[in-house]
């Protein structure tokens, strides 16, 4: 029987200083199962998916913002909200994916 888990995601406010227009605040729900988070291939496509999420309200957030800032706007975005989910799931495999990431391994 697997355990789904939902959590609440929010973005903290996003200040670039080349920006006048941040990408506003947004919050959603992300539900996965705890038992992918049982093994690093599990792991793996929990965090595939959250960063696909994640991604696309990311650049939904910055829509209106001119090409180059809006890019640099959802890749901070992505790398902010994506830290707090995996901190929020607190699950190793998932955390070991995202510290591969972050380091630029993945």
């Not at 200083?17 to 729900?29: E, L, N, Q, T, V």
Request: hydrophobic share 45%; net charge negative.
């Amino acid at each position: 029987m697997s355990l789904a888990r939902t959590i609440s995601l929010a973005t903290a406010s996003l200040a670039l200083a080349a920006s006048a227009h941040a990408a506003g605040d947004f919050a959603f729900d992300y539900t996965y199962d705890r038992d992918e988070l049982a093994s690093i291939a599990g792991a793996e496509r929990v965090f595939e998916d959250l960063h696909d999420q994640i991604e696309d309200e990311c650049r939904f957030s910055a829509f209106t913002q001119r090409f180059t800032l809006a890019r640099k706007v959802t890749e901070q975005c992505v790398a902010e909200t994506l830290e707090e989910a995996v901190q929020d799931i607190d699950a190793p495999h998932l955390n070991a994916v995202f510290e591969a990431w972050d380091a630029g391994s993945v």
